[in-house]
T-cell receptor, first 112, second 114 residues
């Protein structure tokens, strides 16, 4: 298995909703990432997990809460989002000492 | 402050000709450079990379050149094919205390005309 699987592919949520994005990989990668990409912009790093521990948080608002339950799974919990949070959320993974990032197809999030 | 810059928002090339995509960076701590290709509604796909100890890396139709003194890299695609039409992101990485961190450029839209 050489893929990063993200679910759901599309999500529409209200500003008072609580939802979660899921990411899964079975390549044995020990680093996992959340990126946010707005239209016509490059992906921007949000969080890095290394060996299931949060190692980088790029000053992301607390309405985004990451979780790494085990080495294969990465979640992003969403609560009280704003319409400007609408974007493509990308998950990626890599070997801890390897730069071969593999990206998932992303979750297209719309906040209404 | 943009540490990785792709100054050409778009590039149009005839099928069979060479496509050259350019990227500049400012952070001298970057030690690894990557090119990703992205189709609409998909995640970025890794294309080719180069370490800072090299000045050229080739993989089939794709070649990446690195000029460290100029802090410049380029991706050459020869020959270009219509299926190469996509957004190309340059990315740079530095090993930090807390792990690897990729910084992306703004992307260049490549259109290959048949």
């Amino acid at each position: 298995d050489t893929e990063v699987t993200q679910t759901p592919k599309h999500l529409v949520m209200g500003m008072t909703n609580k939802k979660s994005l899921k990411c899964e990989q079975h390549m044995g990668h020990r680093a996992m990432y959340w990126y946010k990409q707005k239209a016509k912009k490059p992906p921007e790093l949000m969080f890095v997990y290394s060996y299931e521990k949060l190692s980088i948080n790029e000053s992301v608002p607390s309405r985004f809460s990451p979780e790494c339950p085990n080495s294969s799974l990465l979640n992003l919990h969403l609560h009280a989002l704003q319409p400007e949070d609408s974007a493509l959320y990308l998950c990626a993974s890599s070997q801890s000492e390897n730069y071969g990032y593999t990206f998932g197809s992303g979750t297209r999030l719309t906040v209404v | 402050d943009q540490q990785v810059k792709q100054n050409s928002p778009s590039l149009s090339v005839q099928e069979g000709r060479i496509s050259i995509l350019n990227c500049d960076y400012t952070n001298s701590m970057f030690d690894y450079f990557l090119w990703y290709k992205k189709y609409p509604a998909e995640g970025p796909t890794f294309l080719i990379s180069i370490s800072s100890i090299k000045d050229k890396n080739e993989d089939g139709r794709f070649t990446v050149f690195l000029n460290k003194s100029a802090k410049h890299l380029s991706l050459h695609i020869v020959p270009s094919q219509p299926g190469d039409s996509a957004v190309y992101f340059c990315a740079a990485s530095a090993r930090g205390e807390y792990g690897n961190k990729l910084v992306f450029g703004a992307g260049t839209i490549l259109r290959v005309k048949s």
